[in-house]
C-alpha cells in the first residue's frame, strides 16, 4: 500500500524536509537536462561508485536519483513522514539523522 497522507499535524514547519526535496528536485532536475553522456559523467562523478570511493560522494550521493520513478517515490515518502520526524526530533537533529541515514546507505 502506498501512503497518501499522514494524520498527525506538525508542530512546527518543516524546514529542513522541504529544503532537502527541493535540493534533490533541482539536482534530478539539472541532471535530467544534460546530454545522456553528460548525465552519466554527472552520475559517475557524484554519485558513489564502490571502487573508487570517496569521503565527498558519500555526500553528493545523496541527491543523486536513477530516475522519475526513484526522485518521486523517495521525496514522497520524505515529504509524508519527514515533517513528522524532523518536528519530532527538532531541525538540527533532523539534518543530522538524514545525513546518518545517507552514509548508511552507502556501507557496503
Known amino acids: 500500500m502506498i501512503p497518501l497522507r ?4 506538525s508542530r512546527t514547519t518543516p ?3 522541504m529544503t532537502l526535496i527541493a535540493s534533490n ?5 539539472f ?3 544534460l546530454a545522456p553522456r553528460a548525465a552519466e559523467a ?13 569521503l565527498a560522494t558519500v555526500f553528493t550521493s ?15 515518502f520524505l515529504w509524508i513522514f ?3 520526524v524532523e518536528d519530532r526530533f527538532g531541525h538540527a537533529m ?11 546507505a552507502t556501507w557496503p
Open 31 to 33: 541532471m535530467a537536462s
Open 15 to 17: 524546514g529542513v524536509t
Open 82 to 84: 519527514g515533517d513528522n
Open 6 to 9: 499522514d494524520v498527525i499535524p
Open 62 to 76: 545523496m541527491f543523486v536519483h536513477g530516475g522519475l520513478a526513484h526522485v518521486a517515490g523517495n521525496m514522497w
Open 94 to 104: 533532523f539534518t543530522v539523522f538524514y545525513l546518518l541515514c545517507g552514509i548508511a
Open 25 to 29: 528536485i533541482l539536482v534530478f532536475l
Open 42 to 54: 554527472f552520475v559517475y562523478f557524484y554519485g558513489l561508485v564502490p571502487a573508487e570511493f570517496s
